[in-house]
Each structure stands twice: as C-alpha cells, then as structure tokens.
C-alpha cells in the first residue's frame, strides 16, 4: 500500500513592494488628518469668549436661607455643608443695557463691593 503524498505546505506569501509614489501619497493622506486633529484639538481647548459678559455690581443681594447639604457614599455620609442663605450679585452690563442676577458662593460676596467689575458667563436661556 502506498501512501498518499504530503500535503504541499503554502510557501511565503510575496507582497509587492511599495512604490515611491504610493509612500508618499499614504505619508502626505496621513499629515492631512494629523492636521484636522490638531487644529480640532486647538479649537476646543480655548475657553468660550462669547459665552461671557462682564458689567459693573449694582447690588449685593444676599437671600436667608439656613440649610444642610448632607452627601452619602453607600451608607456612610461623605461630607456636609451649611449654609446661611443664597449669595448673589446684581449686575449691569451696558452693551446689553440689561440687569443680570449672578450668583455666587460667600467668598466671592465679601471679596466684591458695589461698583466693582464682575466677568461671568451667559444664562444656560441667552446662550
């Protein structure tokens, strides 16, 4: 009894070459995209300049309200925080001739006095 012959192993698989042409083409495609990406990244990492308004304090406007922020993690409480009340500033900006109400935390209201410059960004509403 003969026995079959063995199966022919594939040999190695030739890839053609790469022309010049085709490198530079794949390099020049490349450098494009890389480009898109930078000038996308570049864009989006610059804050918003016109999502801001800045005006003068008008008023300090300063609202009791005694509360407790308690936080919980699981079944254990994380922090908690009171406050006295609701911080906030009246402020005019003159190229919109408009009154906005900015709020703010107790720091920022005793930094500030009436007649001070105050930057802030647009209402979520004007945006």
Known sequence: MSQPPPAKTPG???IPTTTKRDAI???ICGLIVLVFV???VFYLSQPAKHNKLTGKIVEKVFI????QTIEFSGRTIKSAKETAGLYSFKVR???LDRIFEVP????TYDAKKVGDSMTFLKPPSER
């Open 38 to 40: 930078g000038y996308g």
């Open 64 to 67: 009791p309200q005694h509360e």
């Open 93 to 95: 900006v003159e190229s």
């Open 104 to 107: 703010v935390e107790k720091p």
């Open 12 to 14: 190695p698989l030739v």
């Open 25 to 27: 083409v794949a390099i």
